[in-house]
Every structure is written in structure tokens, then in C-alpha cells.
């Protein structure tokens, strides 16, 4: 992953005189191009690298930079201790060594210090570790995936992938891969695996790759209105799409299926109304004539 890649570079150059693209794309396993955006990157927090040409060319820090405990307060080196140590939990062990790293280098992250001001947790359900796992082997080795994959509109499909990184966003794990099927890079959702396989046959990672944009689901486009008492919940629910209007919260969201639009609006009660399309208010009430009849003598 991304971090992992960006702190290693960095320790390798704290310890080497000169390291050529090349063997960071090797041990890396990434392309040569990615390895100049990581070092573009480092370069952008303020650890200086000079880049040499020719056949003895390749990175090195700058002469007369050092990288010491004064670069980064205890906070610093906390938060960077916390996010590794959140993760930890799913990838199992993966960055103990980095971490190690760190904590010689501030030792009160070891010795319990450190008052934890900022707790990141990054594990998620074992039913989620357990893919993650097996796909970080599958990106070391370039080995084949196949998925049975469920999207966000419902539908199941089978998919052979070439895996190519995992990303966490805001709790949630996504698989980057090459879909054989549709012949382009896209991203799944961990959470939406049911099945996964691991092929012992391995892939040539693809240069110059551009994700393509995800088929376009057609969703359901919805305008609430919900009672002020609901208010805390709904902000929450929908933080970006909220409006005062009247004394109530307006809502205007799109649900990417009728199931899910009307189980969301069954769990308010009478606190919501909506008010657009007609459609979606007819199947609340088809829904509710179906939980009366459930209930009938």
C-alpha cells in the first residue's frame, strides 16, 4: 500500500548513498513512473531528494539533510504510530516492522509513553479481514482473482481480476484491479465479495493504465421531508444532503434501489414524508399494506 511504499523509500534512503528508480520499482513491484510520483511526493512533506542521470544516476537525499527525531514531534510520530497500528488488526503483522522502525526512532511509542489522542481503528468484520488478507498475497504474488461480486444495484456477476492495490476510504476496504470481463481498470468493494478464489497463474502488471468510469446505475432520485425531531439521525444519514425548509429537514437523494429506498423510509416512521417521485409513495404503501396483511387475524 501507498504509505507502506512512501516510508520505505524513505528508510532506504536514510541508509544508501544512491538508489536508482529501477530497483525501487522492483522491490516495490510497482512501475518506474509510479516510483517518480512516491518520490515527488516525499519531496513534497520536506524531505529533500536530489535525482541524478545517466548510467550512475538515481536518488539520494540532499547533501546535508539529516532526518532525526527534530523533524517530527511526538505527535507527529503518533499519528503516523496509530494509523499503522489501526491497520495492523487486518493486515496482520504486515507493518510490525515499520512500526519497530518508528519506535526507535521515538522511543515513548513503545514504552506507553504517549498519550493516544487520536485512536485510528481500521479493522473491520473477519469476513472482510479475511479477504483482504488473502488479496494482499494474491497483489505480492501477481497471481488471478476470481470474484462473485454483487454491485451497488443488486446485480451478481462472476469476475476474473488482475488485483492491483487496496485502498481504505472513510471505514470502507476497495480492491483496484483489471477486470478481464469488462477489459478495464475498476474498483470493488470489499464489502460486496461474496466469494473469492485465488489462481496459482499470475498476471504482467499493465503499463499506463486509466481507471474507466463505472457503468452508471440508474438510480432513484428522492425528495424527503422529515420532522425536526429526526433531525440528529438525518444529518447524519445524509450529512450532504440536507436543507431547512418550513420548520422541517428537506432531503433530495438518489437510492440505488426501491428495496433499500423504501426500507430507509419504513425505519422513520411517520417522522418522514416524501414528496417526490409518486412512485416511491406507492410502494410504501404497497409495503405497508403487506406488513398489515402479515399482521391480520
Not at 488485483?163 to 478495464?184: D, I, K, N, R, T
Not at 436543507?243 to 437510492?255: H, M, N, P, R
Amino acid at each position: 500500500m501507498k504509505l507502506d511504499r512512501l516510508l520505505g523509500i524513505t528508510m532506504e534512503l536514510l541508509t544508501k548513498k544512491r538508489v536508482t528508480a529501477t530497483a525501487l520499482a522492483a522491490r516495490y513491484e510497482v512501475s518506474v513512473r509510479t516510483i517518480y510520483r512516491d518520490v515527488d511526493l516525499i519531496n513534497q512533506a520536506g524531505i529533500p531528494i536530489a535525482s541524478y542521470p545517466g548510467a550512475d544516476g538515481g536518488f539520494e537525499l540532499m547533501s546535508g539533510f539529516y532526518l532525526t527525531r527534530q523533524h517530527f514531534s511526538v505527535d507527529d510520530f503518533l499519528a503516523i504510530y496509530n494509523l499503522l497500528k489501526g491497520i495492523e488488526g487486518t493486515v496482520k503483522g504486515r507493518y510490525t516492522a515499520i512500526m519497530n522502525k518508528l519506535g526507535t526512532l521515538q522511543p515513548a511509542l513503545l514504552n506507553g509513553g504517549c498519550h493516544e489522542q487520536i485512536i485510528v481503528e481500521m479493522s473491520t468484520s473477519e469476513h472482510e479481514r479475511t479477504w483482504v488478507r488473502q488479496m494482499l498475497k494474491a497483489i505480492e504474488g501477481s497471481n488471478l482473482i476470481t470474484l462473485h461480486y454483487t454491485s451497488a444495484s443488486g446485480s451478481r456477476s462472476e469476475r476474473q481480476v488482475e488485483p492491483l492495490q487496496l485502498y481504505w476510504e472513510q471505514g470502507v476496504w476497495y480492491l483496484e484491479a483489471y477486470c478481464l470481463l469488462q477489459q478495464s481498470k475498476r474498483i470493488f468493494r470489499v464489502s460486496r465479495i461474496t466469494g473469492l478464489e485465488i489462481s496459482e497463474n499470475t498476471f504482467l502488471r499493465r503499463e499506463g493504465l486509466e481507471r474507466e468510469e463505472q457503468e452508471e446505475v440508474q438510480g432513484i432520485e428522492a425528495h424527503l421531508r422529515f420532522d425536526p425531531s429526526a433531525g440528529p439521525r438525518v444529518i447524519e444519514q445524509f450529512p450532504d444532503a440536507c436543507a431547512s425548509s418550513e420548520g422541517c429537514l428537506d432531503v433530495q437523494t438518489i437510492f440505488y434501489t426501491k428495496a433499500y429506498a423504501v426500507s430507509v423510509i419504513l425505519s422513520y416512521g411517520a417522522k418522514v414524508e416524501i414528496l417526490s417521485p409518486p412512485e416511491l409513495k406507492e410502494d410504501l404503501l404497497k409495503e405497508l399494506e403487506d406488513i398489515r396483511k402479515r399482521y391480520e387475524p
